[in-house]
């Protein structure tokens, strides 16, 4: 029996009031998300419940407790309170998803500061973006990685302290920095969580958009009421279940469905901290008996090309229930598990700005292989007629994904952005840059995006922030980023450049290039392919034309050329 | 090709490890270990199709033939050899 049960009864009855008594909140009282997912469900009698299985690449392993979650977040907690750093302060995460990612996430929320996550494989230029646009106060990070920190602190006057989680005493610490161990350092019993309410700044997760430098997506810990209820009735989240999120905690999914649903429920997740193989991810859940699989499409595929042999050496019953987020899910990927796992992904669709999922494949309802799905219960989404922003009245008609603002992880403002948060509305709804179309039965279905930005792997890419980088290459003049088709993860990143003088173009300038904009940017970020040109498609103004050398990637028709230089 | 292991796992170290990084030898988990994930192993596998002046195909370039210097190399003597 799902948790969810039947769409047109749940949406006739529904009221965000449901999640509010479920987890015991008031209108007007303090909430803490960081309380909700250690002290409350040790409260509830479940302390010596398993809260978290971790597994390394090494195959070592850790199990937490729900005791032990509240015990390491009140240390986190009072470490940070001890540095002298206060509520409201941004203090990041940085780091692999080892333990301390996920119980330090609990820990920055009990103290009334706001958690930065970031992906900890960003390069210094895009970590120092973010920190620097959020002030952060300080940095939670692992020795693997502070030499990216330590190259960018001295452009970093707000940044205080930098805190080494697994240090090891082999080389000397430097300035700004210290070493906590969570597990060595002596167990705090009891921290006193600062009074957060609903309209409180919890986590700030930063998005790419077409233009500008990345954007701080603000949430609040009235958040929790859509996250809980989501991985409730979306993710079909029992007791007894063995969840796995295979997303990492730098991007929102990590935290939405990697730590506050689950733990905010009480279930039992693991995580394996380590690197993309089939036979590594096949074995994790037999090993665990995962029950409910959280994953990407980008994966699924990756699956795929790993082959059907493969999984009959494991023992996969264990799974109950498989869901995906990130970007499209292909119909193909949905006939395949079917196949090989005799029950389909349900596709889930939401974003950093959302908060949680807002339209999605719902358990026990049939799956219509290539549709997102339907919007969930109190949140009212919609297609609009791009011209004037009105919803179409019939089906079938492709425009832009609407969504009517005010469900409670909506974000609240994009960080000293205001201009650009207003922008993202029009006649009242919220604009999620896709276009789409909804069927007769109210599925919908994705088209493409609405702007520029790339979905790569189901991580956002934005062009310009690529450009700007790919200028500060010596060798590169002019730039233009676009997307190509991908068979695993949908699209990645090319780049056509256009190269000063004295430089001629080659297979190892080429490389030399990608290699330059991973480590600046990230991994993600990295043109696949560069394809150096005499010149770039302009307007008369100079404006580059990124939508002629996109069209000609996708083999799409290129359109109205009559603004187009030398035309 | 003698080096090749060398050059592999030199090439490793200076392009994906931080400075402060563990060392790493001709075993080390590189994609399991998260030393060189799925996209980083575009460039990685370019290095390689330059350097030796062969062409991987993708349905071969996995994860699972890139998680070690050793199993690159096996890889790359191939392709060297056909």
């Not at chain 1, 210094?124 to 940095?139: D, G, M, Q």
């Not at chain 1, 240090?167 to 597990?183: C, H, I, N």
């Not at chain 1, 959302?354 to 549709?371: A, E, L, Q, R």
Request: charged letters at 25%.
């Amino acid at each position: 029996m799902t948790h969810f049960g039947n769409y047109e009864e749940r949406a006739k009855n529904f009221s965000w009031a449901i999640s509010e008594q479920e987890l015991g909140y008031q209108p007007g009282q303090v909430i803490n998300i960081g309380w909700y997912c250690s002290d409350r469900i040790c409260q509830q009698g479940k302390a010596e419940k398993v809260a978290l299985i971790w597994e390394g690449f090494t195959g070592e392993k850790k199990i937490f407790t729900y005791n032990d979650i509240r015990l390491y977040s009140n240390t986190f907690a009072r470490f940070i309170t001890d540095l002298g750093i206060k509520a409201g302060e941004r203090v990041c995460l940085f780091m692999d998803r080892v333990p301390e990612l996920y119980i330090g996430f609990l820990g920055i929320l009990k103290t009334g500061c706001i958690v930065q996550p970031l992906f900890s494989a960003f390069g210094e230029e895009s970590l120092f973006v973010r920190l620097e646009n959020a002030a952060t106060s300080a940095i939670f990070t692992q020795k693997k990685h502070v030499s990216k920190v330590r190259k960018i602190r001295d452009k970093l006057p707000h940044l205080k302290h930098i805190i080494i989680v697994d240090y090891d005493g082999k080389t000397p610490l430097q300035e700004r920095e210290v070493a906590f161990s969570m597990e060595k350092s002596e167990k705090v019993e009891h921290y006193e969580i600062y009074p957060t309410y609903a309209e409180t700044p919890s986590v700030l997760h930063y998005t790419s958009g077409t233009t500008g430098m990345p954007k701080g997506v603000k949430h609040v810990h009235y958040s929790l009421i859509s996250q809980y209820l989501t991985a409730k009735w979306v993710l079909d989240l029992h007791d007894e279940d063995i969840y796995w999120c295979t997303a990492d905690p730098g991007w929102v999914t990590g935290t939405s469905y990697g730590i506050i649903g689950p733990f905010s429920l009480g279930v039992t997740q693991c995580v394996l901290d380590s690197g993309f193989s089939a036979e590594a991810w096949y074995r994790f859940i037999e090993k665990n008996r995962v029950t409910v699989w959280y994953s990407a499409p980008t994966a699924i595929r990756s699956l795929m090309k790993a082959g059907d042999e493969i999984i009959k050496k494991f023992d996969l019953s264990s799974l109950r229930h498989l869901a995906s987020v990130g970007e499209p899910l292909n119909p193909e990927a949905v006939n395949w598990s079917i196949r090989v796992f005799g029950k389909p992904f349900h596709d889930t669709y939401w974003q950093t700005e959302t908060g949680c999922i807002v339209i999605t494949n719902f358990p026990g309802m049939p799956v219509k292989p290539g549709s997102m799905g339907r919007p969930f219960p109190g949140i009212t989404a919609t297609i609009l007629n791009p011209n004037n922003h009105e919803p179409y009245p019939e089906p079938g008609r492709i425009g832009l994904i609407g969504l009517k603002p005010g469900w409670p992880s909506m974000m609240r403002t994009y960080w000293n952005n205001e201009e650009a948060y207003k922008n993202k509305f029009r006649n009242g709804w919220y604009l999620t840059g896709d276009r789409a179309r909804m069927d007769k039965d109210g599925y919908i279905w994705f088209v493409g995006r609405d702007d520029d930005v790339i979905n790569t792997g189901g991580h956002l890419v934005s062009p310009f922030e690529v450009e700007s980088a790919l200028l500060e290459h010596p060798a590169v003049a002019e730039s233009a980023v676009v997307s190509k088709p991908d068979p695993i993860n949908m699209e990645v990143v090319k780049a056509f450049v256009t190269l000063k003088p004295g430089f001629a173009a080659s297979k190892d300038l080429e490389l030399d290039i990608m290699n330059f904009i991973r480590k600046k940017l990230s991994p993600l970020a990295m043109p696949q392919e560069i394809e150096f040109v005499d010149s770039l498609p302009k307007t008369r103004s100079g404006k580059i034309m990124r939508r002629i050398l996109h069209a000609k990637e996708w083999g799409e028709e290129i359109g109205d050329t009559s603004t187009l230089e030398n035309e | 090709m003698d080096d090749l292991k060398e050059i592999i796992k030199n090439y490793v170290i200076n392009e994906y490890l931080e400075p402060d990084s563990d060392p790493i030898d001709y075993d080390t988990p590189l994609i399991s270990g998260g030393i060189v994930d799925s996209f980083s192993m575009v460039s990685l596998k370019r290095f390689l199709e330059n350097k030796y002046n062969i062409q991987i195909p993708d349905d071969q370039a996995t994860p699972e033939a890139f998680d070690s210097v050793n199993k690159i190399a096996d890889l790359v003597r191939r392709f060297v050899k056909a």
